[in-house]
Nanobody
Framework: QVQLVESGGGLVQAGGSLTLSCTST??????MAWFRRAPGKEREFVAA????????RYSDSVKGRFTISRDNAKNTMYLQLNSLKPEDTAIYHC?????????????????WGQGTQVTVSS
């Protein structure tokens, strides 16, 4: 059973940066991703990374501002958030894929963390 734990969220001003981490209790040999849920909205895809880390995928809303990466030796995935905007405010969840690639649909992920809150003030 894989357990995922996010950390690194917080309160930041618009234009600022944060780094989120997602650590698993065991080796995750699948693709992984970050999703987020803003107040009053559905959970949405943010970014995904393949098991090897060689392939990444981003939503249009974060492309060029966020960077996903992973260190398999540390069982940890990261999300670097730059140029943050108030609309990035959400609970950010990490997830592990059923396969090896960079799927972007919620149903492709079967392990989820509890989430970490990111709040961006204007």
């Amino acid at each position: 059973q894989v357990q995922l734990v996010e950390s690194g969220g917080g309160l930041v001003q618009a234009g600022g940066s944060l780094t989120l981490s997602c650590t698993s209790t065991s080796s995750v040999r699948t693709g992984m991703a970050w999703f987020r849920r803003a107040p009053g909205k559905e959970r949405e895809f943010v970014a995904a990374i393949s098991w090897s880390g060689g392939t990444t995928r981003y939503s249009d809303s974060v492309k060029g501002r966020f960077t996903i990466s992973r260190d398999n030796a540390k069982n940890t995935m990261y999300l670097q958030l730059n140029s943050l905007k108030p609309e990035d405010t959400a609970i950010y969840h990490c997830a592990a894929n059923r396969g090896m690639g960079t799927a972007y649909q919620i149903d492709d992920y079967n392990y989820w963390g509890q989430g970490t809150q990111v709040t961006v003030s204007s």
